[in-house]
T-cell receptor, first 118, second 110 residues
């Protein structure tokens, strides 16, 4: 149980275009989803916290107008990288909490999306 | 900022050796939770363990064991008789938003 599906697994786009990444909880309702970014050989950096039905909370230094997050349902959150640039190339991973939501519940992670901007 | 520090960037061992991955955390909370995750080369994150601040008992799960020392703010992870399949990056993390440490890359050679 507790499967999180992330799509696409990888994407290559041209500089200036926008890319949408989907994160779905397949067998549970995720009231809270998190988006992380991971550069090569580095740790996961939290970008934003997404709560169903409300605006996302962004971490300091993350541009909310560039990384648009929508959590329209209890099973789907999307991250749109707008006007992508080569420096946005990274591994983006979503995670979700569901069920009896407590802050200490383990997060269930998607398999990540590798974005390459040319 | 309340950091999670994994001082070992990379560790290389030969199969069957025991290896300990260190994790030191900072927190001002009296109640908190700590986690370990494994990230194999394929990239997905695999949950290994969760520990709350009130439970300092060591835990063992097969070849894995964890040593939680609240007095030193450490939550170390030991793999006994390491195997090639243990090669991965291991992250220590602290709740609530899951702040990750920098990770330790473990390479186990045959």
């Amino acid at each position: 149980g507790a499967v999180v599906s992330q799509h696409p697994s990888w994407v290559i786009c041209k500089s200036g275009t926008s890319v949408k990444i989907e994160c779905r909880s397949l067998d549970f309702q995720a009231t809270t989803m998190f988006w992380y970014r991971q550069f090569p050989k580095q740790s996961l950096m939290l970008m934003a916290t997404s709560n169903e039905g409300s605006k996302a909370t962004y971490e300091q230094g993350v541009e909310k107008d560039k990384f648009l997050i929508n959590h329209a349902s209890l099973t789907l959150s999307t991250l749109t990288v707008t006007s992508a640039h080569p420096e946005d190339s990274s591994f983006y991973i979503c995670s979700a909490r569901g069920g009896q939501v407590t802050y200490n519940s383990p997060l269930h992670f998607g398999n990540g999306t590798r974005l390459t901007v040319t | 900022a309340q950091k999670v520090t994994q001082a070992q960037t990379e560790i290389s061992v030969v199969e069957k050796e025991d290896v300990t991955l260190d994790c030191v955390y900072e927190t001002r909370d009296t109640t908190y939770y700590l986690f370990w995750y494994k990230q194999p080369p394929s990239g997905e994150l695999v949950f290994l363990i969760r520990r709350n601040s009130f439970d300092e008992q060591n835990e063992i799960s097969g070849r894995y064991s964890w040593n939680f020392q609240k007095s030193t703010s450490s939550f170390n992870f030991t793999i006994t008789a390491s195997q090639v399949v243990d090669s991965a990056v291991y992250f220590c993390a602290r709740a609530d938003k899951l702040i990750f440490g920098t990770g330790t890359r473990l390479q186990v050679f045959p």
